[in-house]
């Protein structure tokens, strides 16, 4: 019962968009240690912005800033004309995440590492009366370097 009740709205419907950015970081998160990588935070604040999860690579030498951007996609099977998450990365976001980046390498001391933008798409079906379904992630590695 607790787990109908948390993967839907308190209406019944989808999640809210907090709670599906929330569950799309964890997912994220998730699928990156299993991958080797080492999460050194999450929801890192600087300055200029903030960086959804900070990594280190499997090769324990690269710092890799990870943007998540999930979106719902409504209807059976999640099928729709939705436009996909990995779209929301535009140049203006790319750029902004360079600074980050190099904020970041600046604060911690990275000068003398690779630090490296990575995006975590996550597309999470949603149909009416059967709730959310298995996220699809995919990882864009090397999105561009600091």
């Not at 600074?99 to 079906?125: H, Y």
Request: hydrophobic content about 40%.
């Amino acid at each position: 019962m607790l787990r109908r009740l948390f993967a839907r709205g308190r209406d019944g419907g989808p999640p809210d968009r907090a709670d599906l950015g929330r569950r799309g970081e964890r997912a994220a998160a998730r699928r990156l240690r299993r991958a080797g990588y080492r999460v050194l935070g999450r929801n890192v604040r600087i300055a200029g912005g903030e960086a959804d999860i900070v990594c280190l690579a499997p090769d324990r030498t690269t710092i890799v800033v990870v943007e998540v951007k999930t979106r719902l996609r409504r209807g059976r099977g999640g099928l729709s004309d939705t436009v996909p998450a990995e779209a929301a990365v535009d140049a203006d976001k790319r750029r902004r995440l360079g600074a980050i980046a190099r904020g970041l390498a600046r604060a911690n001391g990275w000068s003398d590492r690779p630090v490296r933008i990575d995006v975590v798409a996550i597309d999470w079906p949603w149909a009416e009366g059967e709730g959310l379904g298995r996220p699809r992630l995919k990882h864009y590695e090397g999105v561009m370097g600091k």
